[in-house]
């Protein structure tokens, strides 16, 4: 059974920067995985930020392009999320995904969850 763990997420003001980590363990086998984070916050749908696949290829949501950057190390089983020029509209709970594919329906497994939130 994948195990995912993040980190990372606190209390930012606008503008500023935060990285997420995402260790995992139980994989038979890492590298073969899609990474994945996704956002939730209160009242709204859990909506996919980036994603990182098993031959480094990325995908980012439109609301990040250009402010996000989703990297993996193999070798630590961890993924990461530097978020940068945060938003207000940025804040919400972080999820750390992976699945045999990209895209939310190949998610098979998920991390508890970590807090950002950005004051303006």
């Known amino acids: 059974e994948v195990h995912l763990v993040e980190s990372g997420g606190g209390s930012v003001q606008s503008g500023g920067s935060l990285r997420l980590s995402c260790v995992g363990s139980?994989?038979?086998?890492?590298?073969?995985?899609?990474m994945s984070w996704f956002r939730q916050g209160p009242g709204k749908e859990r909506e996919e930020v980036a994603s990182?696949?098993?031959?480094?290829?990325?995908w980012y949501a439109d609301s990040v392009k250009g402010r996000f950057g989703i990297s993996r190390d193999n070798t630590k089983n961890t993924l990461y999320l530097q978020m940068n020029s945060l938003k207000p509209e940025d804040a919400d709970m972080y999820y750390c995904a992976a699945g045999v594919g990209c895209g939310p329906p190949w998610v098979d497994s998920w991390g508890q969850g970590t807090q950002v939130t950005v004051s303006s």
């Open positions: 990182i696949d098993s031959d480094g290829s990325k």
């Open positions: 139980g994989y038979n086998d890492y590298v073969v995985y899609c």
